[in-house]
């Protein structure tokens, strides 16, 4: 995340206006008020960001790039200043730098095709055994393809990463080393630095996946000097079926195309096609116009928003929600256990209670949970777990919505145990 | 607050210790994984003519599918793949909403415990995964 600055308020700021900008949180669930900590997975989505979708379907509905009437130009002004959004809420040199695709996991296997035709045996490429399956099986499987050795970077018994050993795991052979910048997890928040310089000591290239970091206020990927940025608009308060990955300049000038189709050329004639050059290369066929302007409006709203109130309060729910699950007897959380060395990402393990099992009865308190392996099993396999419980705090969320977990929860342990 | 599901014994069931968790000579073996939540259960089975004559399992899961591995273990001896098949096939039924009076088999009563679930669709997986398990060592 970039680093926030401006004045600190006298006031803590509080969500309750913001608030009304997400007409779902109108809503109850079994006649009680929606608690919804299950950010992690999908966010909501703010009325501006309904009404950008609505707009461009009501007003603009055609195909984007090549319309030559005045709803096809208003539709390209919109996706391409959608482009333009995503460009400046990542701090990219250029809105060339910058694909649509249909998500996070979409943009690990695009960077994992496209770098793949360039691997030779005895190359490596490094993961952490804690990402999540969408940037773990899309690089297994390319190593499978191509004779190509995997390695990965341990976790510790928190389940952070353990990076004691980096100089071991990222060497000469290394050509790509993949992570995400924060844990879907355990919250932890990967040292991208550490990574990112012995990546580039062996001349590796660096994929980060920003799912779980992007939520979390404006980015800066030229600081971060990896070579590939990937993230998802629905966990960013925008459409489903839409993210975006960046790749830096230098690197996607020298990438093949993944899709091919309409759209991805310059010119198509019977003994062969020339490849469009840029992002286009990489946007086969029609793109998810709306979902991209909703992505857009999205990322202008959070560009709005005052993060340094923002995190703040965000660490106040957290300290909040550490207290009450330290009361918990049999509860053990990942991650790391102070709420300014970590992101509101909490998943824990409680003894003789199964995740599925208090999600269902939190359900009954109106508390949106998430219960199951989070597509990490590498990871529940290194802490010997199953599964996990995990609730993850949004812009949106308030005390109550701790309160009423903590509550909850107290609830499943009596009736679980 | 506990919506039902683990009040009128479903607890007391999966805390019940009831198989092992290998057998000393198993002639057919199976793993399963629920993808929804990561529950796993690896069975193991002796076959004579077709019938179980010994089950063993280890259950990593939610509290409605330990007890449901629990029936599974206690009713399943003697029986082969087509009775296990009708079972499972009630169960589902069951769970899907389209259930009649009496539908658990003889020697299956207990599985009434699990009529509540119904009203839970992602839950429903939970409660069939030990059944898919024998099914799949029966194969």
Known sequence: ?417 | MSSGLYDGGIKELAQLDVSPEHLADPDRRASVDNPFCGDQVDLEITVEAGRVTALAQRVRGCMLCQAAANVVAQSAIGLSSAEIGHVHSRLAGMLAGDSTPDWAPPGWERLVLFEPVHRHRSRHGCVLLPFRALLEALC
């Not at chain 1, 600190?8 to 997400?22: G, T």
């Not at chain 1, 309060?313 to 102070?338: C, D, F, I």
Request: hydrophobic share 40%.
């Open chain 1, 1 to 417: 995340m970039r680093q926030v600055t401006g004045p600190v308020s006298k006031q803590a700021w509080s969500p309750d206006k913001l608030r009304q900008q997400f007409p779902i949180l109108q809503r109850e669930v079994g006649g009680r008020p929606l608690h919804y900590l299950d950010n992690a997975a999908t966010t909501f989505s703010p009325r501006c960001v309904q009404d950008a979708v609505a707009h461009y379907e009501n007003h603009s509905r055609s195909n984007v790039q090549r319309g030559m009437h005045q709803l096809g130009i208003e539709a390209t002004d919109a996706f391409e200043a959608a482009r333009g959004s995503v460009a400046r809420y990542l701090n990219a040199a250029s809105c060339d730098e910058v694909i649509f695709t249909s998500g996070t996991t979409f943009g690990v296997n695009l960077a994992a095709h496209c770098l793949g035709q360039s691997l030779q045996s005895g190359d490596e490429i490094v993961v952490s055994q804690a990402e999540h399956h969408s940037n773990f099986v899309p690089w297994q499987q390319l190593c499978q393809h191509y004779g190509v050795r995997m390695r990965l970077i341990p976790v510790l018994a928190n389940g952070s990463l353990d990076l004691s050993g980096l100089d071991q795991v990222i060497t000469e052979r290394c050509r790509v080393v993949a992570v995400s910048q924060i844990s879907n997890v355990t919250g932890s928040i990967t040292d991208l630095q550490t990574i990112t310089r012995q990546a580039r000591r062996h001349g590796a290239l660096v994929f980060v996946d920003g799912a779980q970091a992007a939520p979390h206020g404006p980015l800066d990927v030229q600081a971060l000097d990896a070579d590939f940025y990937a993230f998802s608009g629905h966990k960013c308060y925008g459409p489903t079926g839409i993210g975006a990955l960046w790749i830096r300049s230098p690197v996607l000038a020298s990438l093949p195309p993944f899709l091919t189709g309409g759209g991805m050329i310059e010119r198509v004639d019977i003994q062969g096609t020339r490849y469009a050059s840029g992002y286009r290369r990489f946007e086969a066929g029609t793109p998810p116009v709306a979902q991209a302007i909703g992505l857009g409006a999205a990322l202008d709203w959070l560009m709005t928003l005052p993060w340094r109130g923002i995190r703040a309060h965000e660490q106040a729910l957290s300290r909040q929600l550490l207290a009450g699950l330290s009361q918990v007897g049999g509860l053990t959380l990942l991650g790391e256990a102070a709420a300014q060395d970590r992101a509101p990402i909490f998943s824990f393990d409680i003894e003789a209670c199964h995740s599925h099992d208090i999600c269902q009865i939190l359900d009954g308190y109106g508390v949106a949970l998430r219960g199951g392996h989070h597509c990490a099993q590498p990871l529940m396999q290194a802490l010997g777990l199953v599964a996990t419980s995990r609730a993850s705090i949004a812009v949106f969320n308030t005390d109550a919505d701790i309160a009423a977990l903590l509550c909850g929860l107290h609830d499943a342990v009596e009736t679980l145990r």
